[in-house]
């Protein structure tokens, strides 16, 4: 499975992004998909997940009720809508999947097999 994340750049707090996550190879109803970040200096951060099976979401605590996980089957892609961006939300976006993971493990980065590049996501003040 390989994975293309884009949308990425730079925007003014209170602004809004789009990230997309294209999914190509053997993927299935089974698999979860998720956002992770990671900001200079800081650890890897679960933003948001969801499964591609019934499509039940998951958010960090830092992004609910601003960002917005979302799956087009047909196109084997996932969106993050950020929304009311904060400085903080400043850091490189991973998208991630995972083959039969479950509910419980869909917040912990070490669940995901594989792993996009990155799109890198700046908020200025």
């Known amino acids: 499975v390989q994975l293309q994340a884009s949308g990425g750049g730079l925007v003014q707090a209170g602004g809004s992004l789009r990230l997309s996550c294209v999914a190509s190879?053997?993927?299935?109803?089974?698999?979860?998909m998720g956002w992770f970040r990671q900001a200079p200096g800081k650890e890897r951060e679960f933003v948001a997940a969801?499964?591609?099976?019934?499509?039940?979401?998951y958010y960090g605590d830092s992004v609910k009720g601003r960002f917005g996980i979302s799956g087009d089957n047909a196109k084997s892609t996932v969106y993050l809508q950020m929304n009311s961006l904060k400085p903080e939300d400043t850091a490189v976006y991973y998208c991630?999947?995972?083959?039969?993971?479950?509910?419980?493990?869909?917040?912990?980065?070490?669940?995901?097999?594989?792993w996009g590049q990155g799109t890198e996501v700046t908020v200025s003040s």
């Open positions: 991630a999947a995972a083959p039969r993971i479950i509910s419980s493990s869909m917040r912990s980065g070490v669940n995901y097999h594989y």
């Open positions: 969801i499964r591609w099976s019934g499509g039940s979401t």
């Open positions: 190879g053997r993927t299935d109803s089974r698999f979860g």
